[in-house]
């Protein structure tokens, strides 16, 4: 096959796709049921369907605690083990950058110095 049958191919399974994501979205719309409006979200059933919704996203959050904590704990391990592994690049880089933007974040502290003292002079008076 030489590239141009390859870009020919290539196109006709992306349109392929796209035929059949639409399809597929298309499908689920028309399943989904109309929604008045006026009648949902009027005076007396706002407040209930507020704490409707609430109360399914709670259900939701406390049914995948364990697994949102687990990926929690896994992710800051993660995070602990490459930290140990490039600690020294890390801290290399670092010096770099602090050399490199010296200038830079001199002024900025300066700045960001005078902002502050501004602020509290004008938060004393």
């Not at 590239?3 to 006709?12: A, F, S, T």
């Not at 597929?24 to 006026?38: D, G, P, Q, T």
């Not at 896994?74 to 490199?100: A, G, M």
Request: no cysteine; aromatic share 12%; charged share 50%.
């Amino acid at each position: 096959m030489n590239l141009d049958e390859l870009r020919k191919v290539r196109k006709e399974n992306l349109l392929a796709h796209k035929k059949k994501k639409r399809e597929y979205y298309l499908k689920s719309k028309f399943k989904k049921k109309v929604i008045n409006y006026e009648d949902e979200l009027n005076d007396i059933n706002f407040l209930s369907k507020i704490k409707e919704i609430a109360h399914n996203q709670k259900l939701y959050v406390d049914g995948r605690m364990d697994s949102i904590k687990k990926k929690l704990k896994e992710y800051q391990e993660f995070k602990k083990e490459y930290y140990k592994q490039n600690k020294e690049k890390i801290l290399e880089y670092n010096k770099e950058y602090r050399e490199r933007k010296k200038e830079e974040l001199r002024e900025y502290r300066r700045d960001y110095y005078k902002k502050l003292k501004n602020k509290n002079k004008l938060e004393k008076e």
